[in-house]
């Protein structure tokens, strides 16, 4: 498990959000899945990826229907963190916006869904200074998928 975080994921969060710089790093337990996030004025969660050169931004009520802010249909990478997000706001969570960039496993690997949701989840965790163990976070991913 690597422990300092990785220049990808960095420059990953300058190109996608530029003129921001991030105020948390945290790795996903568990995983080899990485978040660089900082803070916005807004109600949205936007998610950019390294591995797949995509970003989508959405809301809790947004995601729940399955559909980023500009009423597309979420990318299929950004399907289980949004549906992390609905589950943590159902659970009476307050999400504030916040830009997060993400650096996975291998994009073709069945472990990259459950790594981005999984970074998603300890960091919103970490914003609420909740805590979390891998263990509590693979449960939650898996509540959020089932709806």
């Not at 105020?23 to 990826?49: F, I, K, M, S």
């Not at 693979?138 to 509540?143: E, P, T």
Request: charged share 15%; proline share 7%; aromatic share 8%.
């Amino acid at each position: 498990m690597q422990t300092d975080t990785p220049l990808l994921l960095l420059s990953t969060f300058q190109n996608f959000f530029p003129g921001q710089k991030p105020t948390h790093t945290l790795q996903a337990p568990g995983y080899e899945t990485w978040a660089a996030a900082a803070l916005t004025n807004d109600a949205r969660l936007t998610v950019a990826c390294a591995e797949v050169g995509g970003r989508a931004a959405f809301t809790w009520q947004t995601a729940r229907r399955g559909e980023t802010i500009t009423h597309r249909p979420l990318p299929i990478w950004a399907q289980l963190p949004a549906a992390v997000l609905v589950k943590l706001c159902a659970e009476g969570l307050d999400v504030p916006g916040v830009n997060v960039a993400l650096l996975g496993e291998r994009a073709t690997s069945p472990r990259f869904a459950y790594g981005l949701a999984a970074a998603v989840a300890a960091l919103l965790h970490t914003l609420h200074e909740r805590p979390y163990t891998a263990d509590s976070i693979v449960k939650l991913i898996d509540a959020a998928k089932r709806g």
